[in-house]
């Protein structure tokens, strides 16, 4: 080969050399940018994403704060209660921190326009109600609730919310403007990086093109990631509350579509017991099966969403209300089906509440609010059921709400009277007493347990009653040291854990003794046969006391029920002991009962006889104690007393 061909091939293996070496720096380079934008666009994406959820959380808990400070101001006002401003009080703190943290998420100019358009709006808010706290502190409660109700109140709350969903969506908007903005610069460079990658390196497009490409799509799919998220629940892919009402909003801003929509709020009942029995995965996959079996029968136009928890709404164009309740009722059947929860077959059911636009609301707001109120409606008269808005039901929260209130006003001053009525052995002596709780009102009169009670078991006030009957009880039961004394438990105070623990300080503190005290629980309880249960009698058991089960014949325990639990005694429900000159059929079930009872060695006692004939009977067939009207009426302890020192026999009771 001549030198110069040499020297040809020598600087052309040169170049080569030193283009392969370059080719590798800038494959390196171009690898370590692409790294280095992708791993700063998902670290962009998932602070926008932190951010957006705090803030959303944020948001949640300033509008639920201010719904709080609003009942409690509104029940102070109507009460005149110091409760409810200690309430009120008490919840300050956590709008303020909540508003406090919301600015801190935002950049300065957002932070002072939310100052401007919320804090601001609930300062006012405050000063209002603390103006309202004044006149009640006065007693003038209608001052209090003309200030409550005042136009200028209701426009400083409506400030309060449009703030704060304001704020949100800004943010989000901000957020998803950032992660554009990312996005574009990572797109500008990866631009300069393969323009120059095809002017000196073409070779290299193969390789890196497939990469590009991949973080393009990536970058797109992360985008509709955002918005998915802002829109839709993330365990069962449905739209959530957000994403529900600006399509319900459109909706009945469109009124050309239909006549007439219904908006459902549904939850399943029982759910916690899922939860709690096979675990939040088995309740998660609940969810996501009972989504799946709604969205299979929802009609075309109509929108399911999920709230959160447990809980469902459903948007339903119709014709009429009966097309609609139909629809409903349907669903319920469905989801009677049991459900498949890996491995686990469970019987589920849902409740649901409705509410129909024009005829009961305007807004989505409104018809969320009744949708819910009829939904719990629902669930209070038995679940598993269609419920549709009654205008009666705002009334009857409404009293709800005030029989609570007064009845948290009677207990903490007193004014609750334990009465007893006397309970007779079949030869016609007192050898016992059961303890029965009565609410004189100063205006209602005397309040049935019928109507206080359940109010007492969904509000929890029945724990504070429970143990204050107790204590009562226990303290009476000094007067008549040779009777026996019955005191009804409620099943919520035996749910209670705290229950064993206070039962044993009351005993200790009135130094009552246990063996002569009779609780009472009823049947329907004992279908809770778990370790817990068994363990929580008989501990009491053990403590000395005697347990009865109330209201026999009228739940659903099995004779293993009565034999796994220390019973002494056996009370026959009244039902039965009224339909025994009516029904030879009843008659032969009550002999059953007490041939059943006598066989456990238990005690039989029959409540309600009203008649001599129904006395009769009930002692011919063994039944060892009765009460009821026939024999006594439930009395003051003062009554009792004077009863019990006479020592009457049964034909002076009676008359």
Known sequence: MEPHSQSLAISAFRVARVTILLSFVAAAILSALLVGERLIFETTYRNASDTVRQAQSLSYIIILADEQLTMSANMAAATGNQHWVDRYNSSIPVIDAAIKDVMALAPPEDAARFNRDTKISNDRLVEIERAAFAAVSRHRLNAAQKILHSRNYANYKTKLAAGTRAFLNNLIRDRQLQVDGTRRRGQWTLAILIVVGLLGFAFLWG???????????????????????????????????????????SLLRDRSTTSMVAVAMLDIDNFKDVNDLLGHPCGDELLRSLAARLQAELPEGSILARFGGDEFAIVLPTNSEH?????????????????????????????????????????????LRLADISLYEGKATGRNRTFLFDPMLEDERLERQQMEAQLQEALNREEL???????????????????????????????????????????????????????????????????????????????????????????SETDAKAHQIYLEITEGFLLQNDVRTQNLLSGLHDL???????????????????????????????????????????ADIVRLIVALGKTLGLVIVAEGVETQGQH????????????????????????????????????????
């Open 207 to 249: 390789a890196s093109g497939r990469r590009l490409i991949a973080s393009r799509d990536w970058h797109r799919r992360a985008e509709a990631r955002l918005h998915f998220m802002a829109h839709n629940d993330e365990l069962t892919q449905l739209p959530n509350r957000k994403s529900f009402e600006e399509d319900l909003e």
């Open 544 to 586: 000395g006391f005697h347990i009865s089960i109330d209201d026999y014949g009228t739940g659903y325990s099995s004779l293993g029920y009565l034999m796994s639990f220390p019973f002494d005694k056996m009370k026959i429900d009244q039902s039965f002991v009224q339909g025994i000159e009516k029904s030879t059929q009843t």
């Open 616 to 655: 009769d009977f009930l002692a011919a067939v063994g039944c060892h104690q009765m009460q009821g009207f026939l024999l006594a009426k439930p009395l003051p302890s003062s009554a009792v007393q004077a009863l019990v020192s006479k020592g009457i026999n049964i034909a002076c009771r009676a008359a």
């Open 323 to 367: 097309a609609a309740g139909s629809y409903f009722s349907g669903l319920n059947k469905v989801c009677a089906t049991p459900f498949d929860l890996n491995g686990h077959h469970i019987t589920s059911s849902i409740s649901i509440g409705v509410a129909f636009w024009p005829g009961h609301a305007a807004t989505p707001t409104e018809l």
């Open 417 to 507: 009277v334990v009465h007893y009525q006397p309970i007779f052995s079949a030869g016609q002596d007192i050898v016992g007493l059961e303890a029965l709780l009565r609410w004189p009102h100063p205006t209602r009169g005397d309040v049935s347990p019928k109507d206080f009670i359940p109010i007492a078991e969904q509000s929890g006030l029945i724990l504070p009653i429970g143990e204050w009957v107790m204590r009562r009880v226990f303290e009476d039961s000094h007067r008549w040291p040779e009777l026996e004394v019955a005191v009804n438990i409620s099943p919520l105070q035996l749910r209670d854990p705290s229950f064993y623990s206070t039962v044993r300080r009351l005993l």
